[in-house]
């Protein structure tokens, strides 16, 4: 028969266990892995987004998820490393931008991919189609058909004496030759010489606008890419230094000072990956998940800009654009 001392004594154990037991019950939080190829400086406001769009579907970094956030700082040959990294420590969705979505793809195809990307994921393999992505992969692509026709016209605008018009390209992006020739073609359209400059790194900045002075380039089209992203700052004084008016594709270049961006509000965009990765883990799988396109476009004039480089901005383009920088 058991004493009452020794039935206190295991009743007291025993409660003191239960907490403990169901500690261990509890399911650990979910690990989201964050890979960009760029540095991690200046892109907070993406980061921002991204955590808005987890907030809208009920999940709060800290409280019932983490977020693992890796930067290749424009270092492509780090991407598998990372990529690899996050698989071995089993998160439960990775997010990308394009060039390292390449990179996640080859290291797993059971964890869920949410991409952001500027090219074409099915015709680089990341999914089947974009209604039906098929795969681990889905995400948002910030793309039109005639971007860069239309950026081009906005310079011809704006400098409409340049009969040349430099477009610097990064020759890292998938898609860039592409691009290439759909701007040749609306190069021809309205009757300007396009010449071609690509770089492979920020180490070629200076050698391209020397490349681009000596053809006497008048205007430049700065195409998309995470490294020009980056390096924003150094692009947009070599084309201050050089006093050549330019069009970016992102609001950022002009907010530092460069002259003109036409293109997609890729905060707006990673907002919608953190709705997307939210989904998944509420059980949602990226095959049944369209990739989705961008639908906000803005047209950003700095006025500032403009007067230094002694250019009139025509009303007709001012009126236009979604945001004036003065």
């Not at 950003?300 to 004036?324: F, K, Y």
């Amino acid at each position: 028969m058991m004493r009452r001392r020794e039935f206190i004594t295991l009743l007291g154990g025993a409660a003191a266990a239960w907490p403990l037991a169901a500690r261990a019950q509890q399911p650990a939080m979910p690990m989201v892995g964050f890979l960009r190829s760029t540095a991690a400086a200046g892109s907070e406001p993406l980061v921002r987004a991204f955590r808005q769009g987890l907030n809208e579907t009920g999940f709060v970094e800290g409280q019932n998820v983490t977020v693992e956030y890796r930067w290749a700082d424009d270092q492509d040959d780090r991407i598998p490393g990372m990529a690899a990294e996050l698989v071995r420590r089993r998160a439960a969705v990775i997010v990308a931008n394009g060039i390292a979505a390449l990179g996640i793809k080859s290291a797993t195809t059971a964890i869920p991919i949410v991409f952001t990307m500027g090219f074409d994921p099915v015709r680089t393999g990341l999914v089947t189609s974009l209604n039906r992505p098929g795969g681990n992969a889905t995400g948002v692509i910030f793309t039109e058909t005639d971007l860069a026709a239309k950026q081009l016209g906005l310079l011809h605008e704006l400098a409409p004496k340049a009969a040349t018009i430099a477009v610097l390209g990064d020759a890292n992006e998938p898609e860039l030759d592409l691009e290439l020739r759909d701007i040749e073609a609306a190069g021809r359209t309205i009757g300007r010489q396009i010449l071609v400059v690509k770089v492979g790194s920020e180490r070629e900045f200076n050698a391209s606008f020397a490349m681009i002075l000596r053809a006497g380039a008048g205007a430049l089209l700065v195409r998309g890419s995470p490294l020009f992203l980056t390096r924003r700052r150094q692009l947009v004084a070599l084309a201050a230094r050089h006093a050549i008016p330019a069009i970016y594709e992102l609001r950022e270049f002009v907010v530092t000072g460069g002259l003109m961006s036409y293109g997609p509000d890729i905060a707006d965009a990673y907002r919608r990956v953190g709705i997307y990765v939210g989904r998944i883990l509420k059980g949602a799988k990226p095959a049944d998940l369209p990739v989705e396109m961008a639908t906000k476009f803005d047209l950003v004039i700095n006025l500032t800009t403009a007067n230094a480089l002694g250019l009139t901005v025509p009303p007709s383009l001012l009126a236009r654009a979604d945001e004036v920088i003065e």
